[in-house]
């Protein structure tokens, strides 16, 4: 183990990360390390009186009036305009609704019926399951569509004439690969295709910017590195050169121009609010809200770094502590392609990672083989990898994950 | 006024009511008369402490164990179970997802692309306007597809063999009219088609029967009469016969078979599984969980007769207690075709119920001119329509709705 860090080395880079204080905006468990950011974010300190105020000030005491009196009916608007700026968009190029899942189904088919002489759905295999279901919902439904999935490599290269929308998610749900957003946006429009992100993975942990690339459509999630809790909204984003163009199939009343004139024909609002369906989740709103405070003051160029430090930290630990234990690096070695998780692949990685979660260190598994580490650059320490990286040497050293215990499936993340 | 019910009669029928011990479930501001819950439900006594719960113990300490240590996963099948009773629905025929618009597109486009060679999604203009959008924007998607829309009372003989789905709301959100389920479903099935029941203004205030009257479809929402908290999750109904023929357009990952096999290729779960689209909202499931709790040991059949004892007496007093005022009843004076609301015209219904609402008397106003006046079974007593009917009054015979302020627009419910 010569060269691996030592705690005390570790708790000076912590006291050097100007982003220490933030871990106070969090509740965390006493004891736990938590590296499962990535899946759902940790409880910000102020969520609880936040979300008990929209509960029992609002709803329970101004009830209906709260749709106005507390600004209820503008949260998609207003949530959207705080994300933007973690993303690189404009204020009035984002809004928070429904799921990801749900967004993807409205961009996709919004980008394949403005381009009706275009007929495939380009991504690549391995991507996020939701976004190639969706995909594959779609080519169902819409006559004439359909999907192809290439290696991320040959990506660019097979992107032709017939190439509808091209999508991909940014950081790679389990390889935590960061792809190019601007070459490949470029590529995309070369060939006059439309590019769709999906920034579960990359939002509040990783630098994106959308406008600077070009970008043409996006999603997110709200509860991963934003902190929005579980099922938060989730957000869309929409080039403000298509607002008009791309038209959203879920016609629901909250996208109307005026929803509450109750009139009988649909006509869309301005800019991004056609991409809203139905009532939106307040509950769920005020959360994000909170969520999204913990960003209030921190600069996404110290998240980036801290993300870095903490992940090559994390690949030296397993590298260096946990040589020979058959790990295998799963995530680029190059800090400018990986986003804000490690994976790493053994063939006994859900036993591993049980043995983990026994003992305080929260990662998560991903099938068939990849035991995944969460680094939230808002609350993650460099001692709390330090402290990780021991625990995993020492399940390793004395395989412990062999107990018979941790082989019982039950993955739900 | 002569025989118009006096406060001591009131209170009398309030005395008899079956019901009256299930207000204490629910926080009512001091003083106010909240006429409403068929737009927004009053807050439960219980919600506060169930969704701090899920913020508090199991967010913020137990984090993504919650998925499968808390049942996270299981919320929209549980909570469509516990809808199931209230509409005569089997227990493996609701599930909770989304919202009510998201739940009429999978429906809709689920029941056009069942049937290829039927172009026509038939309702009667009027109709909610989330109804008519979402199916306008479905006729925009699908080639061939169009929506039709003839007068309710005629719904029945334009039913042929070109109609996909009839889609119907069983309570008119305006008018309070109760549609006949029973024979509308029959009517649909005699000409092949599929008919799919918006339950909005109809679940725990009425009788609803789906599997009685063998209705194939439906949707609901959570945040009226179930008390499920702002933009609470909605439900969708699919009879069991129709299970599997039935698909979804939003593939995403929570309706696939395995959703925690991470594989590449979608392939539909069981029973109403594939309604399910992205990750459930997990706070807003904790806080419907809690409004169902309201539901705990009561008679849908003593909700139903308090629900037409309430509405009769407010008719009676806005007939005769405010009789020369200018109101025409809009809502149908036969109990067994209207829902628990009271709708009344008023070429001044804006600044009448602003006037109202500023005595907390708090009902709603539809464009042009209609004042709507909600009956929750389990919290609006005998005593609240009285003094309702009293205030509308003193409104009225005093002209105070004339103050210049009322007049001003800012209706959002």
Redesign the interface.
């Given at each position: 183990m010569s060269g691996w860090t030592t705690l005390a080395e570790a708790q000076t880079m912590d006291a050097a990360d100007p982003l220490r204080a933030y871990r106070d905006r969090f509740?965390l468990?006493e004891g736990?390390i938590?590296l499962?950011g990535n899946?759902?974010g940790?409880?910000p300190r102020a969520?609880?009186a936040r979300?008990?105020a929209?509960?029992?000030a609002?709803?329970?005491?101004d009830?209906?009036?709260?749709?106005?009196k507390h600004g209820?009916?503008e949260a998609p608007v207003r949530l959207g305009a705080r994300i933007a700026p973690l993303i690189g968009a404009g204020a009035d190029e984002v809004i928070v609704a429904?799921?990801?899942?749900?967004n993807l189904?409205k961009l996709i088919?919004a980008a394949c019926?403005a381009q009706p002489d275009r007929t495939t759905i380009l991504t690549e295999?391995?991507?996020?399951?939701?976004d190639?279901?969706?995909a594959?919902?779609?080519a169902?439904?819409?006559?004439g569509r359909q999907v192809r999935?290439v290696p991320v490599g040959e990506i660019a290269a097979a992107i032709d004439g017939d190439t509808a929308v091209v999508m991909l998610t940014h950081v790679h749900y389990?390889t935590g690969a960061m792809l190019d957003m601007a070459s490949l946006t470029m590529a995309a429009h070369a060939k006059g295709a439309l590019i769709l992100w999906d920034l579960s993975h990359s939002v509040g942990a990783v630098p994106v910017d959308l406008v600077g690339c070009d970008a043409d459509m996006a999603v997110g999630c709200g509860?991963k590195y934003l902190n929005g809790?579980?099922?938060?909204?989730?957000f869309l984003y929409v080039a403000g050169r298509l607002h008009g163009r791309l038209?959203?199939?879920?016609?629901?009343?909250?996208?109307?121009r005026a929803?509450?004139?109750?009139?009988?024909?649909?006509a869309p609002g301005e800019g991004m609010a056609p991409f809203l369906?139905?009532?939106?989740?307040?509950?769920?709103?005020a959360?994000l809200d909170a969520g999204l405070d913990t960003f209030d003051g921190v600069s996404m160029a110290e998240v980036t770094a801290k993300s870095r430090s903490l992940s090559a930290l994390l690949i030296a630990g397993i590298e260096q502590r946990c040589a020979g234990a058959g790990f295998t690096l799963v995530t680029p070695r190059d800090p400018a392609t990986r986003g804000s998780h490690v994976s790493v692949a053994h063939p006994h990685a859900w036993e591993v990672c049980q043995a983990l979660?026994a003992r305080g260190v929260?990662g998560?598994f991903?099938?068939p083989e990849v035991l995944r580490l969460g680094l939230t650059p808002l609350y993650t320490s460099h001692e709390d990898v330090w402290r990780a990286v021991e625990m995993i040497a020492e399940v390793m050293e004395t395989e412990a994950w062999r107990d018979p215990a941790y082989a019982e499936r039950?993955?739900?993340?």
């Amino acid at each position: 183990m010569s060269g691996w860090t030592t705690l005390a080395e570790a708790q000076t880079m912590d006291a050097a990360d100007p982003l220490r204080a933030y871990r106070d905006r969090f509740t965390l468990p006493e004891g736990l390390i938590y590296l499962d950011g990535n899946s759902l974010g940790a409880l910000p300190r102020a969520t609880p009186a936040r979300v008990a105020a929209a509960v029992e000030a609002q709803w329970g005491h101004d009830l209906i009036a709260s749709w106005n009196k507390h600004g209820w009916i503008e949260a998609p608007v207003r949530l959207g305009a705080r994300i933007a700026p973690l993303i690189g968009a404009g204020a009035d190029e984002v809004i928070v609704a429904d799921s990801t899942s749900a967004n993807l189904f409205k961009l996709i088919v919004a980008a394949c019926q403005a381009q009706p002489d275009r007929t495939t759905i380009l991504t690549e295999p391995g991507n996020f399951p939701t976004d190639l279901y969706i995909a594959q919902g779609i080519a169902d439904l819409l006559p004439g569509r359909q999907v192809r999935t290439v290696p991320v490599g040959e990506i660019a290269a097979a992107i032709d004439g017939d190439t509808a929308v091209v999508m991909l998610t940014h950081v790679h749900y389990k390889t935590g690969a960061m792809l190019d957003m601007a070459s490949l946006t470029m590529a995309a429009h070369a060939k006059g295709a439309l590019i769709l992100w999906d920034l579960s993975h990359s939002v509040g942990a990783v630098p994106v910017d959308l406008v600077g690339c070009d970008a043409d459509m996006a999603v997110g999630c709200g509860y991963k590195y934003l902190n929005g809790g579980p099922g938060a909204p989730a957000f869309l984003y929409v080039a403000g050169r298509l607002h008009g163009r791309l038209r959203s199939p879920m016609t629901g009343w909250m996208g109307h121009r005026a929803p509450f004139d109750f009139g009988d024909d649909y006509a869309p609002g301005e800019g991004m609010a056609p991409f809203l369906c139905g009532t939106p989740p307040i509950l769920g709103m005020a959360a994000l809200d909170a969520g999204l405070d913990t960003f209030d003051g921190v600069s996404m160029a110290e998240v980036t770094a801290k993300s870095r430090s903490l992940s090559a930290l994390l690949i030296a630990g397993i590298e260096q502590r946990c040589a020979g234990a058959g790990f295998t690096l799963v995530t680029p070695r190059d800090p400018a392609t990986r986003g804000s998780h490690v994976s790493v692949a053994h063939p006994h990685a859900w036993e591993v990672c049980q043995a983990l979660i026994a003992r305080g260190v929260v990662g998560d598994f991903r099938a068939p083989e990849v035991l995944r580490l969460g680094l939230t650059p808002l609350y993650t320490s460099h001692e709390d990898v330090w402290r990780a990286v021991e625990m995993i040497a020492e399940v390793m050293e004395t395989e412990a994950w062999r107990d018979p215990a941790y082989a019982e499936r039950a993955a739900v993340t």
